[in-house]
């Protein structure tokens, strides 16, 4: 296995070989450019933010994206994070967002793990997670899946909740024990790559896409652009009408697409993310996907 998603490029043209198996979206309208989100914040009641790429790269905050938040519910609007960070619980995410300088409250959060466990019924997981991750909330029997064949074979299921310790090796003796066996995979970041400080890393969806290619596992997707996470954050937010909800990510295929399948409104942001420096016009016509706004930050 080679390390083919290095770049802005690879990415994408991934992301676009996997289209078929992403949500159906269609009526994209013209994407208009505006300076801030305050800009637009009359026509929105709730802004939901990405993370990585539009509050943080990394363990890095990006300028300006903790007091955007204050300014905007200030002008009486709702705020989520929906993200598809899965490396920790929900105390793990508060205590991030803490780090990182910036103000949220434990139910403006939803992430991709909440909706991968929501669908994990109790059975005997082999879990793939950080080091750091006690993995305490998953429901069942977990086995940790680390360089153990046998481990690979004795479980029920497998629940991909991180790739921080994951590489090649570790992604081909699973792939050969679900050739043996066919199990359910729950994906539980659909993400291919995060921008971090010093490039992209691999996420669980770049191997979970991986072993749909290659073995005939029942693979299940959870997150953006996937529609548990956005039913999830409109569930939270009663009675706001989903075309006055604005997506805020970096990602077409992710946040752009999801959002539009949702039927809410989307702002692309440029300069941090996954298309910082790149030609996003190209990138935009040749998918197809175009936000409803676009800024360089938040």
């Known amino acids: 296995m080679t390390r083919e998603l290095q770049d802005t490029a690879s990415v994408f043209d991934r992301y676009e070989a996997i289209r078929h198996r992403l949500p159906a979206a269609a009526g994209f309208g013209q994407t208009q450019p505006i300076g801030s989100l305050m800009d637009v914040a009359g026509q929105v009641d709730t802004f939901v933010f990405d993370a990585f790429g539009v509050l943080n790269v990394g363990e890095t905050p990006i300028p300006g994206a903790s007091e955007r938040l204050d300014q905007l519910r200030g002008a009486g609007c709702q705020i989520r994070v929906l993200t598809n960070a899965a490396s920790y619980d929900r105390a793990g995410a508060i205590a991030k967002f803490k780090r990182l300088g910036m103000v949220l409250h434990d139910d403006e959060i939803i992430t991709s793990r909440e909706a991968a466990l929501k669908a994990a019924a109790p059975r005997h997981w082999g879990v793939i997670a950080a080091t750091s991750d006690a993995a305490a909330d998953v429901p069942g029997r977990v086995m940790r899946l680390h ?13 991909f909740l991180s790739a921080a310790d994951w590489g090649p090796s570790r992604q081909a003796v ?3 024990a679900l050739r043996r066996r066919p199990r359910p995979v729950l994906i539980a970041n659909a993400d291919l790559v995060a921008p971090r400080d010093d490039g992209f890393s691999l996420e669980p969806g770049y191997y979970g896409h ?23 954050a409109q569930a939270s937010l009663p009675g706001v009408a989903p075309d006055r909800i604005a997506m805020c990510g970096d990602s077409l295929h992710t946040d752009i697409l999801g959002a539009r399948a949702a039927g809410w409104r989307s702002v692309l942001v440029t300069r941090d993310g996954l298309f910082a420096g790149a030609d996003i016009a190209g990138f935009c016509d040749r998918s197809g996907i175009h936000a409803d706004w676009q800024l360089p930050r938040i």
Do not use: C, H, N, W
């Open 210 to 232: 991986l072993l749909m290619d290659r073995t005939q596992a029942d693979v299940s997707f959870y997150g953006k652009p996937f529609d548990d996470v956005f039913a999830m």
């Open 174 to 176: 699973l792939e050969a």
């Open 147 to 159: 360089d153990d064949v046998e481990g690979y074979d004795a479980v029920e299921g497998i629940l």
